[in-house]
């Protein structure tokens, strides 16, 4: 069982648009491995062998919160006539900067979705401003889950609306709750050294999104050692990443690396799988 637990795609009408835009934002790096439609993804999870995908949606303004959340709760019914097996799980969204944020979040709530995602850089906010760890509580009260973009965003100059500083300040004020804090790309993207040192270990989930290209193995191996292959999450970006080299990438691990102090297989199935399962609270027939 693999599940991909950070992946985009848009409604049909809007992909095109929505793919293109993003593409040149971040000055054409990436080659999109979809086209942004939930058929699309469907048929790459196929292809590759990805068994769910979790949907993170990303609204740049205030109006597309509601009607975002409304799409976002109908992937789950979607199914690829050719690989029924493969399937949809998704996240809302919330505009952080809304009087009515509340009643998004309560929207999502009732709707199943199983999160939200924030991505500081498009939405224009400072994480750790404690104007906004009201809202942080209140999702994860609903125990719902929060994953934020993390660090760098090739789209946008530093400095950066993230970090892994702050992201500690949260965790460590937030404390115990029913929903978890997930970030994104190893933790703050191109801030690895300072995740190392401020953000493994702490009570927090890290996803691997956009990865194995960008860090190396041994820096990934330290960190995952040091915060707990039990709360490792596996993802891409999709489609800003290929997951048949990520996942190669993973399983690697479990075969050598530099330093001799690989992955175990069981470490491996886990941040493959096991581990978002658990997260998510999948039952068996969502699997």
């Given amino acids: 069982m693999i599940i991909d637990f950070h992946t985009h ?9 929505a793919l293109s835009s993003l593409s040149d934002t971040a000055g054409g ?34 109006k597309q919160a509601f009607s975002t959340n409304e799409w976002a709760a109908t992937l789950s019914a979607v ?16 505009w952080p900067h809304s009087e009515a944020w509340r009643e998004q979040v309560d929207q999502a709530s009732l709707l199943g979705l199983k999160g939200i995602k924030f991505h500081p850089e498009y939405q224009q906010f400072t994480v750790d401003d404690e104007k906004y760890f009201p809202i942080y509580d209140y999702i994860l009260s609903k125990g719902m889950h929060i994953l934020f973009h993390a660090g760098y965003d090739p789209g946008y100059p530093p400095p950066f609306h993230s970090s892994p500083a702050q992201f500690a300040r949260i965790i460590r004020t937030l404390g115990d709750t029913r929903g978890s804090l997930i970030l ?16 493994a270990g702490l009570n927090c989930y890290i996803d691997t999104s956009m990865g194995f290209f960008d860090y190396g193995k041994d820096q990934f191996l330290r960190i ?5 292959t039990d709360r490792l999450l596996f993802a891409t970006d999709s489609p800003w990443s290929n997951a048949t080299d990520e996942i190669k990438a993973l399983r690697s691990l479990a075969e ?6 690989g992955l175990t297989h069981a470490e491996v199935d ?6 978002a399962a658990r997260l998510l609270s999948l039952a068996e027939d969502e699997i």
């Fill in 256 to 261: 050598e690396s530099e330093d001799g102090a």
């Fill in 184 to 199: 994104a790309h190893l933790g703050s993207s191109r801030m690895w050294d300072a995740v190392e040192s401020e953000v």
């Fill in 224 to 228: 995952a050692r040091k915060h707990g």
């Fill in 9 to 17: 795609i848009w409604p049909d009408a809007l992909a095109p648009r």
């Fill in 79 to 94: 199914r690829l006539p050719a690989a029924p097996q493969a399937h949809l799980v998704a996240f809302g969204a919330v």
């Fill in 270 to 275: 886990a941040i493959l799988g096991g581990n």
């Fill in 29 to 62: 790096i990436f080659t999109p491995v979809t086209d942004g439609t939930t058929q699309g993804l469907l048929a790459y999870m196929s292809s590759v062998g990805v068994d769910v995908s979790v949907v993170q949606p990303v609204i740049t303004k205030e």
